[in-house]
Nanobody
Framework: QVQLVESGGGLVQAGGSLRLSCAAS????????MGWSRQAPGKQRELVAR??????HYADSVKGRFTISRDNTENTVYLQMNSLKPEDTAVYSC?????????WGKGTQVTVSS
């Protein structure tokens, strides 16, 4: 079992920045993949960034603005979000894969005002 707790969401003006954190209940060095997804009201969940075996991947909609990173000593995965746009408004959730099982956090709300 893995518990994930996200934090760092909030209300920010367009053009601003936020850093999301995802704290894991165990060492993140054992996870084969880690990522951040988002879901806006009435829309499907979108994968925005992930790390697979040390390689990072981003959705086209966030490339150049978002950065995913990890801190193994803190067992935490981060999502740095810069140049935020109103269309980035969503609930952001982190997920990890461990022993072929996907685990998800409950999410944190990000709201970007115009």
């Amino acid at each position: 079992q893995v518990q994930l707790v996200e934090s760092g969401g909030g209300l920010v003006q367009a053009g601003g920045s936020l850093r999301l954190s995802c704290a894991a209940s165990r060492s993140i060095s054992v996870f084969s993949r880690m990522g951040w997804s988002r879901q806006a009201p009435g829309k499907q969940r979108e994968l925005v960034a992930r790390i697979i075996v040390g390689n990072t991947h981003y959705a086209d909609s966030v490339k150049g603005r978002f950065t995913i990173s990890r801190d193994n000593t803190e067992n935490t995965v981060y999502l740095q979000m810069n140049s935020l746009k109103p269309e980035d408004t969503a609930v952001y959730s982190c997920n990890v894969r461990y022993n072929s099982v996907d685990y998800w956090g409950k999410g944190t709300q990000v709201t970007v005002s115009s």
